[in-house]
Nanobody, 126 residues
Framework: QLHLVESGGGLVQAGGSLRLSCAASGRIFSISTMGWFRQAPGKEREFVATIRWGLGTTFYADSVKGRFTISRDNAKNSVYLQMNSLRPEDTAVYYC???????????????????WGQGTQVTVSS
């Protein structure tokens, strides 16, 4: 069993920044890909960014490319999402997720991810 806990969400004005963290515990050896997803009210959960646990290869949704950066610290079993130039449309609950599937890095369908955190709210005011 892999346990994921997110932190770092909050309220920020448009143009501001936030950094989300996700700490993993349990079956760390099972991780191949970790990702961030988000879900706004009334919308489906959508992909934000992924990172290959070993190589550090990253992949981003077009909507966040150039503004968000995903990174990981293997020694701390943690993944981060640095969010800059935030927009009101970035408002959502952000979820950390993991999978043992290597193909999930560049083809990150939510169904491929088997472990999920509880989510952290990010609200961007205009």
């Amino acid at each position: 069993q892999l346990h994921l806990v997110e932190s770092g969400g909050g309220l920020v004005q448009a143009g501001g920044s936030l950094r989300l963290s996700c700490a993993a515990s349990g079956r760390i050896f099972s991780i191949s890909t970790m990702g961030w997803f988000r879900q706004a009210p009334g919308k489906e959960r959508e992909f934000v960014a992924t990172i290959r646990w070993g190589l550090g290869t990253t992949f981003y949704a077009d909507s966040v490319k150039g503004r968000f950066t995903i990174s990981r610290d293997n020694a701390k079993n943690s993944v981060y999402l640095q969010m800059n130039s935030l927009r009101p449309e970035d408002t959502a609950v952000y979820y950390c997720a993991s999978t043992n599937r290597l193909d999930a890095t560049s083809n990150p369908a939510p169904a491929k991810f088997t472990s999920w955190g509880q989510g952290t709210q990010v609200t961007v005011s205009s």
